[in-house]
């Protein structure tokens, strides 16, 4: 594979920090560890991804199959496995010149995805708020207790996931639960950039007490109309990113 171009910089002057002798943005964010081969594909996976989905690795970001492999103490097998995976999650850009980069989160894909959202959570909640009961109330609340608290992206997703899930427990079509399933997983990429690169955490956890209650009322009208109000502002937010963006870069 060819080297990515920033990694051929010509030689710095003597007394300037060349980027050689700078660590690699994958080797700052993880740690070198051994790895039992079998484990492998799997953890190397694993790592990159949260590394990714919570910022440490910034769009753009080289990830050599061969800086990995060293770092692991494995051969390039697992890891050109694991950066495959990657890709098909497309959290990674595999272009022939610059090999393996951190692909753009926040992509015209994104507005796409919550649209999508809505079309089917709206048929969940409408098939089962009217049928919820105390013990899926006692799961959202739960959801929300924590996920107020929670501090690592991850457990934020499930937690996510977990309350807009209970208040579609009592959907009988399982195939639409399911894709709904996938799309709440999918959000895991937008959830730290709208609660904390653009400051929706507040609103967020107020959308889901919100809609807690109106459930509760089994009020499916308020539910539906919260939702969309939910979903509207990480549409909304992304839309902005984008476009301030466009400026930016137009500018
Ligand atoms: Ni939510």
Do not use: W
């Not at 080797?27 to 070198?32: C, T």
Request: glycine content about 4%; aromatic content about 4%.
């Amino acid at each position: 594979m060819t080297p990515p171009v920033e990694n051929n910089r010509v030689r710095q002057p003597e007394g300037v920090k060349s980027r050689a002798q700078e660590k690699s943005p994958v080797r700052a964010v993880l740690e070198a560890e051994q790895l039992q081969p079998h484990l492998a594909r799997a953890i190397i996976e694993e790592r990159i991804r949260l590394a990714i989905l919570d910022g440490s690795l910034p769009t753009g970001t080289a990830v050599r199959q061969q800086e990995l492999a060293n770092l692991y103490g494995v051969s390039r097998m697992p890891v050109r496995e694991a950066l495959r995976q990657l890709e098909a999650q497309g959290l990674l850009t595999v272009t022939h010149h610059k090999g393996a980069v951190v692909a753009e989160l926040i992509n015209d894909s994104a507005s796409e995805a919550y649209d999508l959202r809505l079309l089917l959570e709206r048929e969940a909640l409408c098939l089962s708020v009217p049928l919820l009961d105390e013990a899926d109330f006692a799961a959202a609340q739960q959801a929300i207790d924590q996920l107020e608290v929670e501090q690592d992206y991850s457990m934020m997703a499930q937690l996510n996931r977990d309350f807009h899930m209970a208040l579609y427990a009592k959907a009988s079509n399982r195939r639409l639960l399911r894709l709904i399933d996938q799309g709440l997983e999918e959000e895991e990429r937008y959830l730290r950039f709208n609660m904390f690169e653009m400051g929706l955490a507040d609103l967020i956890h107020q959308d889901h007490r919100d809609q807690l209650e109106a459930a509760k009322a089994h009020d499916t009208e308020r539910c539906l109309a919260l939702l969309e109000t939910h979903l509207q502002r990480a549409i909304d937010a992304i839309t902005r990113y984008r476009e301030d963006k466009g400026q930016a870069a137009s500018a």
